[in-house]
DNA sequence: CTCCCGATAT
DNA sequence: ATATCAGGAG
């Protein structure tokens, strides 16, 4: 069944104030510390980026000092992230260019920031609304869950479900939407075992009344 | 599409 | 035991 303009409206409007004080769950004091978190949290919890990043910007703050302690070593630092020999690899190419092209700063430019090894568009949206204010719906894991459950946006793609939630929220939102759903994937539209109970968006949800009809 | 991957929740 | 965790590259 297809959802109409007006429930997404709805959607979005509870979703606003349900999660309006919520922001990024990565700790991060300048955008090159947010970008090397970014990276690190594919396929790993925030909390376990969060001891990760504390960690290593106390040896290692700028692209600089990264370089210099080498591929071995960063992969040591990072490898409770898993993933950590590419992750390693490509975070140690980035401190190489920002250093030899962006005079060790993170650029602003949203395709300089995907030509970044390990940058994809999840990992430029985010950067890009967060540390340069641009309006971007980065769609993660959380956010491509609960985007396809509640038919709000639907896609077998991340990039399609950008898509289609650029369509369904007003632009100046986007920056903010991208975390009221992913508050609402973490605390209540979880992936195993989804809190529908206590799902303040349950009479609008498709998935809800396909789940209610089956017992 | 597959591979990368340790920590954690269920 | 196994699904999942703020994905990206080949």
Not at 93 to 106: A, E, P
Not at 160 to 165: N, R, S
Request: glycine share 4%; with cysteine.
């Amino acid at each position: 069944m297809r959802i109409t303009k007006k429930i997404k409206d709805e959607m979005i409007r509870r979703l606003e104030i349900l999660y309006h004080d919520t922001k990024s769950a990565l700790n991060f004091n300048n955008p090159f510390e947010l970008l090397v978190a970014v990276i690190l949290s594919a396929q790993c919890t925030d909390v376990r980026v969060n001891i990760t990043t504390q960690r290593l910007f106390k040896k290692a703050p700028t692209p600089h000092d990264i370089v210099n302690i080498g591929i071995t070593d960063l992969e040591l630092e990072i490898k409770d992230c898993g993933l950590f020999r590419n992750k390693a690899k490509n975070i140690f190419s980035t401190c190489k260019i920002l250093c030899d092209k962006y005079n060790g700063q993170v650029p602003s430019d949203y395709n300089e920031l995907l030509a970044l090894p390990g940058v994809g568009r999840k990992t430029a949206n985010v950067v890009s609304s967060i540390a340069f204010n641009r309006p971007a719906i980065a769609v993660d894991t959380h956010v491509f869950r609960v985007s396809n459950r509640l038919k709000l946006a639907i896609g077998k793609t991340p990039d399609e479900v950008e898509k289609k939630l650029q369509k369904a929220i007003p632009r100046e939102k986007w920056s903010n939407a991208h975390h009221w759903l992913i508050w609402h994937g973490r605390k209540i539209c979880k992936a195993r075992q989804p809190l529908c109970e206590e799902c303040s968006l349950k009479d609008l949800c498709p998935s809800f009344m396909e789940r209610q009809s089956q017992d």
